[in-house]
């Protein structure tokens, strides 16, 4: 019933993938959906997509532009999460594990989003305030542990976000949540407090 419905990890990613491809947006390509895969295969379906090249990890290549001080680098990379996200959004649809370590830089330098299977479209995004927030509150909570201690980086951010989605007020509400959570997590778990405060403040 769940490969019929599209509603397993792979119909997911293949139905996102070729939507959001055909919207413009550089995920991998979409080869092949293959279901029904019998013994001896350990995996009953399997998702066929185009290789990105030699791709590395987006939140080493983000630090290293902060670290080298390549303002426009750095920017020309958060514009394209950002962007990412709004086209995702547009789209409906709304991924809870929406988050940099689930981006790759591409040989060419840009940053592409992977890993669809978690995400789940709805016609009215708007409408799924907790979706929708742990989708920003996530994506913002994974770009504090790559620049934190800098808060108020995190808050430029956060506010560029919110000016390109214009979400509801409880979206911003839900999201702040998840980054508090994610931050608790952090302290517990290996004893750094971070926090911040005012997420959605304008400067």
């Known amino acids: 019933m ?19 491809r055909a919207a413009g947006l550089e995920v991998p390509r979409p080869y092949a959906y293959l ?3 019998g013994s001896p295969a350990v995996h009953t379906e399997a998702l066929i997509t185009g290789d990105l090249g ?3 990890d987006a939140v080493d290549r983000f630090k290293a532009l902060i670290r080298e001080g390549d303002r426009t680098g750095e920017l020309a990379f958060e514009e394209t999460l950002i962007e990412v996200t709004r086209a995702m959004i547009s789209l409906g649809y709304l991924d809870t594990d929406h988050r940099l ?4 830089v591409t040989p060419s330098g840009r940053p592409v989003r992977l890993d669809f299977e978690l995400n789940l479209w709805h016609p009215f995004p708007r409408l799924w305030t907790r979706d929708y927030g742990l989708m920003l509150g996530t994506l913002i909570g994974s770009y504090v542990f790559a620049v934190q201690p800098d808060m108020d980086r995190v808050k430029a951010f956060a506010r560029a976000l919110r000016l390109r989605l214009d979400p509801p007020k409880s ?3 839900r999201a ?3 980054v508090d959570e994610m931050l608790s997590r952090q302290q517990a778990e ?11 403040s304008t400067p």
């Open 101 to 104: 370590p689930n981006f790759v």
């Open 2 to 20: 769940r490969r019929w419905s599209r509603t397993n990890p792979a119909g997911r990613e293949w139905d996102a993938l070729r939507r959001l």
């Open 54 to 56: 030699l791709c590395s």
């Open 176 to 178: 702040a949540v998840r």
């Open 35 to 37: 279901t029904g895969l």
């Open 190 to 200: 290996i004893g750094l407090a971070i926090r911040v405060t005012d997420l959605w």
């Open 171 to 173: 979206v911003l509400n």
